[in-house]
């Protein structure tokens, strides 16, 4: 491997170390989605993660969160139904410094390989072309989000 190539690489929150898991509770802290209390309270439970790193340093994390009543207010958000019990992907956050280098694109790949229906949503162009590529779809209506952002729904089935 030459050292400016990054590795990004699918695995459980077991497989990382205590200083890995807080620099990913950090990064994700730091992308703005969600609340730190948020993260703390849900990444710890993620059914797998997919991780970024450049020169041994972790600088990106994504993950497949823990089914919770979300789901249940997106499909009403979207105007379109699906199974309260799909996972979500997402916390897709890459360091500012390393960011441009397709490392959303390659996250989202690899955890849709995980098993069983998924959903995400977004309002971001990039990421939008990441679960593109990753094999999700757009469904339902686009909805205001809580920064006045157009969210939308993307679910892989």
Known sequence: MKKDE????????SDLSATERT????????????????????????????????????V???????VRDHAMTVADLAEFPFDP????????????????????????????????????TTSDPSMKSALKGAGFVQRGVDWKGRRGDKISLWIRS
């Open 85 to 120: 019990d799909t996972p979500e992907f997402g916390y897709v956050v890459v360091d500012h410094a390393h960011r441009g280098n397709k490392l959303s694109s390659r996250m989202a790949k690899l955890l849709s390989g995980y098993p069983g229906p998924l959903f995400a």
């Open 60 to 66: 990106g994390v994504s993950a497949v969160k823990p």
């Open 6 to 13: 990054y590795v990004v690489e699918a695995c459980d929150l």
């Open 23 to 58: 620099r990913c509770l950090r990064l994700i802290a730091d992308g703005g989605a969600v609340t730190m209390k948020a993260a703390r309270r849900d990444f710890p439970r993620s059914l797998q993660v997919a991780v970024a790193r450049k020169d041994g340093a972790l």
